[in-house]
C-alpha cells in the first residue's frame, strides 16, 4: 500500500496549526468574551458552579489551542502535539455534534466574535479539519524530524502570545467584532433623522490621493498614502435598521429611559458591569473622570448593571465616591455594558450618537486629555485608533506565521 507523500501530510498539519493559531488568537484578542463563551459552555453542560472561572478557563483554553497551533506549524514535538491534537478534534467533533441536535441559543466562539458560525457549520469544520488530522497524522510513529530551529521560532511566537494574552486582559481589544464597534451609530441617533426608521444607512470616508477622491467603508480603509478628507452619509437598501444598528437602552433612578442622552453632543459612558467586582480605588477614578467630562464639555454617563438601590447598598466597596457619581448613575443591563466596553469601568466616547473611542480601567482619559478630545475632530479619531489597532493586530497575526514558516 503506497503511504502518502510527507510533504503532504505535512501540509495537512501545517494547516491545522494555522486554524488553531488564527483561532486562538482572536480569542486572547477578546479575553471578555472568550469567558462569556466558556460559561455558556458550562451553562449548557449544568456546570453554573464553574462560572467564577470562565474567564480564566476561556483566556487558558485560547493560549493551549494558540501555542499547539504554533507547535503544528513549525512541526515540533511532533508524536505528542499529534496525539493531543487528534483528541482534541475528536472531543471538539463529539461536543459541536451534540450542539447540533440540541440547538442552544448560544455560540459555538470558535474565531471568538470575529466570525459566527451556525452549530452545523461548526460540526462541518471539525469534521474536515478530523479528516485532515487522519491524513496528517496515522500512523503516530511516521511523523518524521522537526528540525532544530523551529523549536526557536515557536519559542519566539509562544512568548509573544503570552505577552499578547497579558496586554489583552488589562486592555480593550485592538479590533472590535462587536455590534458597539468604533463607528457604530446608536439607535438612538439613527432615529432621530428624518425618516431613517425605515432605511439603512452607512458611514463612508473619503480620502484623496494624487488629486483623485475616493471612498471607502471603515472596514477596508486605506493606506497611509491616502488623505481623509471628510464623511459621507449614504443610502445602502430599504431594510429594517432597527436589526442593524446597536440599542444602548439604560433608566435613570425613576425607571425612565434615558437613550438619548448618548445620542446628542460629546457624551462619555464609563460603563461598570459588574459593579461588586470593582476596587473602591476604581470608583475614585472613575468619580475623577465624571467629573473631569463634564468640566471637559462632555455629557458624562456612569451605566452600571446594578439598581440605584443595590448600588447604595455597596457603600463598602464604592466608598464616599457614591455621593461624587450619584449625578451621572444610570442603570442598564449586562449584555449591554459586557458588549459596549470589555473592561469593567471602562469608558466610551460617543459623538452624535457615533462611537468614537473605546478606554479600558486602566487607562481612562486625563482630565487634560479629555480638554484635548473637544478640539479634535471626533471621526478622525475613530478612524485613527480602528486603523491602528485593525494594522497592530493583522501585525501580530503575520509575525506569528511568518516566524514559524520562515525561520
Known amino acids: 500500500m503506497k503511504t502518502q507523500s510527507p510533504r503532504t501530510k505535512r501540509l495537512a498539519a501545517v494547516l491545522i496549526g494555522i486554524t488553531f493559531l488564527v483561532a486562538g488568537l482572536l480569542k486572547l484578542l477578546d479575553p471578555v468574551g472568550a469567558g462569556l463563551v466558556m460559561d455558556s459552555y458550562f451553562k449548557f453542560f449544568h456546570l453554573p458552579f464553574l462560572h467564577g472561572i470562565a474567564k480564566a478557563a476561556g483566556v487558558a483554553f485560547a493560549l493551549v489551542e494558540t501555542l499547539l497551533g504554533a507547535a503544528l506549524v513549525a512541526g515540533v514535538w511532533r508524536r505528542p502535539v499529534a496525539r493531543i491534537t487528534f483528541a482534541l478534534l475528536a472531543l471538539f467533533t463529539l461536543l459541536t455534534l451534540v450542539l447540533a441536535i440540541a440547538r442552544p441559543q448560544m455560540d459555538c466562539g470558535c474565531f471568538g466574535e470575529a466570525v459566527h458560525l451556525t ?150 459612558a464609563v460603563s461598570v458591569y459588574d459593579v461588586p467586582g470593582l476596587p473602591g480605588e476604581a470608583w475614585t477614578e472613575i468619580a475623577a473622570t465624571l467629573d473631569a467630562a463634564a468640566s471637559a464639555g462632555f455629557t458624562p454617563l456612569l451605566l452600571a448593571s446594578s439598581s440605584k438601590a443595590a448600588f447604595d447598598s455597596l457603600a463598602t466597596v464604592v466608598g464616599d465616591t457614591r455621593e461624587s457619581v450619584d449625578p451621572y448613575f444610570y442603570t442598564a443591563d449586562f449584555k449591554t455594558l459586557v458588549t459596549l466596553n470589555r473592561s469593567n469601568g471602562g469608558a466610551t466616547w460617543l459623538s452624535d450618537g457615533l462611537l468614537i473611542r473605546k478606554y479600558p480601567r486602566s487607562a481612562l482619559p486625563a482630565p487634560d486629555t479629555l480638554l484635548e478630545l473637544t478640539g479634535q475632530d471626533p471621526t478622525e479619531v475613530m478612524l485613527h485608533e480602528s486603523t491602528r489597532g485593525r494594522l497592530r493586530f493583522q501585525g501580530i497575526l503575520f509575525y506569528a506565521i511568518g516566524v514559524l514558516l520562515l525561520i
Not at 444602548?248 to 445620542?263: N, Q
Request: net charge neutral.
Open 119 to 268: 452549530h452545523f457549520q461548526t460540526l462541518l469544520k471539525n469534521v474536515i479539519l478530523l479528516a485532515l488530522a487522519l491524513f496528517a497524522f496515522l500512523p503516530f510513529g511516521e511523523l518524521g524530524t522537526p528540525r532544530r530551529r523551529k523549536y526557536v521560532s515557536f519559542g519566539l511566537v509562544a512568548a509573544a502570545a503570552v505577552f499578547f494574552a497579558a496586554w489583552s486582559l488589562r486592555s480593550v481589544p485592538l479590533v472590535d467584532f462587536t455590534d458597539f464597534r468604533p463607528g457604530s451609530e446608536l439607535l438612538a441617533a439613527v432615529e432621530g433623522g428624518e425618516d431613517r426608521t425605515q432605511a439603512d444607512y452607512e458611514s463612508m470616508f473619503i480620502y484623496r490621493k494624487n488629486g483623485q477622491e475616493g471612498a471607502f467603508p471603515l472596514d477596508r480603509l486605506p493606506d497611509s498614502t491616502w488623505t481623509y478628507v471628510r464623511t459621507e452619509t449614504i443610502l445602502r437598501n430599504r431594510l429594517d435598521v432597527k436589526e442593524r444598528v446597536p440599542m444602548l437602552s439604560f433608566t435613570d433612578t425613576s425607571g425612565r429611559y434615558c437613550d438619548d442622552l448618548a445620542a446628542h453632543g460629546q457624551v462619555l
